[in-house]
């Protein structure tokens, strides 16, 4: 094993948490995210960052990133290859280490990113990689392509992510105070710290477990992200047995994972003493989900200054001095001239007018309110319940002229979520003329940046109550765009209604007939009369959007939180 390069050496002299994600959005250049779970890892390594707390991430390479969307003359999703170069982002680091995977020794590598922001002092992601000579080619590819391959791979990135990122750690010299787990993804890591913690035999008494399962649940955090059952990873034993190896006490692993299947979740829910949902009704669900488990709401929130268009954040310079590191300061934009807020707005929209015409060819016309949705295309999100009467919305687009925005990429294997896409474009052809629509390809950061600043009003529609929390939502807050929403994750909490945005229906689950009218409903009766007849009245919702939802919902109060509650607490 070679000596770690220097470059790690400023972050190993003090203690850190270590954060284990598979995804993590560093920037918008680097494809190791595919959605909003490596969003909020990168939003919170930004806020720890900002504000002091020291982390390190670890994280995969994935050379090949994702997927690059295109879409074709039928609105179908074709996806490209999008490889990226970590020498030009990261160095390399001179550690490696060896895993056993299939029986054969698995080398793994890796590269330093340094994750800084403009308040700066840093938080080192190693990415693992296992793309090197000395591995058998069939090893070589582990770390290439996000979420790629079979149930066999997927197990043994997590395996890479989970125990060679303990190894990698140990490697580098780093001390660490805990190590917090984003999703089920590296549970694997509670093993490799179990067989660290192992008492002696000889101290052992008859019946004993051998491993110090106080010591571990000690060491571990974890943030569960999902109501979604399916999402949640699991492995036959056997192929557990044939990939990781041995399990030497079989007993204990099905004690702790499941009986019938290895679940990731579980094997995390049971070694973690602090466990949290990622907003107030997702932590309800998840306790019920997980009887007997105690499960704390931390809401989530996004970084302030990577999520602010530059007129806002010009904006909130001139009239909300030290807002970048204070967010909760924006409590006071409702003193922002009318005016001075306004001009921003129509900065920010004309930038994604800009955009779209240069993406799509679609013109869209300033003058017009904007609806935007943008978010991963699955069936539970219903990208398409805004079309469930397209006779009603041509009656509302003529009493009140709108514009349609949308992105978003469908998983390569999810065949509904592809068709939802196509079904977007369905829509667009037969309303053309009608309402201007634009679906803009390939969404990723900076994409979603133009979206959330550029529209008028942004639009999420899940189906109760599968949307964990949500953040496009809250990053609209940033640039005093309001929502309008199904009442499900943050928005449970963020929803003053007729002060921050506006509600769809009621909060209790309801079926996909009784939530598009409430949403024609809302737009009929209250938001696109508002827009058109009371500008005023507009730009106070822009304002309580701003003072109420982005004061709270962002990064820092979020990483405050995990840091008193769940590091040292």
Sequence with gaps: MAEAEITTEPYTRKP???????????????????????????????AAADIGVPMVAVTLVFRGGHFRQEIDALGRQIELADEWEPERYATRLHATIAL??????????????????????????????TDLPVNDPRDRDITHTLYGGDEAMRMKQEIVLGVGGIAMLQALGFT??????????????????????????????????????????????????????????????????????DLTDLGTVKLLAGEDRLNMTRLALNLSDYVNGVAKRHAEVSRQMYPGYAVHAVTNGVHASTWTSLPFAALYDQQVPGWCHEPELLARADRIPDEALWRAHLAAK???????????????????PILGFARRMTAYKRPD????????????????????????????????GKALIETLHAHMRELAGEIPM??????????ALSLVSGSDVWLNTPLRPLEASGTSGMKAAFNGVPQLSVLDGWWVEGCIEGVTGWAV???????????ARALYDKLEQVVLPLWFG????????????????????????????????????
């Design 16 to 46: 850190r948490i270590a954060y284990f994600s598979m995804e993590i959005a560093l920037e918008s250049g680097i494809p190791t995210y595919s959605g909003g779970l490596g969003v909020l890892a990168g939003d919170s390594l930004r």
């Design 100 to 129: 056993e995977i299939e029986g054969r020794h698995v080398w793994v590598g890796g590269w330093l990113y340094r994750l800084s922001t403009r308040l700066d002092s840093g938080v080192p992601v190693l990415l693992l990689d």
């Design 176 to 245: 660490l105070m805990g190590y917090h787990m984003n999703e089920g993804h590296s549970a694997f890591l509670t093993l490799a710290l179990l067989r660290r913690f192992a008492h002696a035999p000889e101290d052992l008494r008859p019946g004993e477990s051998p491993y110090n399962l106080p010591r571990v649940r000690e060491l571990c955090i974890f943030t569960t992200h999902t109501p979604v059952e399916a999402a949640h990873d699991k492995f036959d034993y056997g192929l557990v047995q044939r990939i990781y190896g």
């Design 350 to 368: 004309q930038a994604l007018l800009a955009r779209i015409a240069a993406l799509t060819g679609v013109q869209m016309d300033p003058d017009r």
């Design 385 to 416: 319940l805004l079309f469930s009467d397209l006779d009603r919305l041509r009656r509302l687009a003529r009493a009140h002229p709108f514009q349609i925005v949308m992105a978003g990429k469908a998983h390569p294997r999810d065949l509904a």
């Design 438 to 447: 634009a679906f803009l390809p390939d969404y990723d950061m900076d994409l």
């Design 505 to 515: 229906g009621e909060d209790a689950l309801s079926a996909n007939g009784d939530d």
């Design 534 to 569: 009371d500008r005023a009245g507009w730009i106070a919702v822009m304002k309580g959007a701003i003072s109420k939802n982005a004061s709270f919902f962002n990064s820092h109060r979020m990483m405050r939180r995990y840091a008193t509650e769940a590091y040292l607490g």
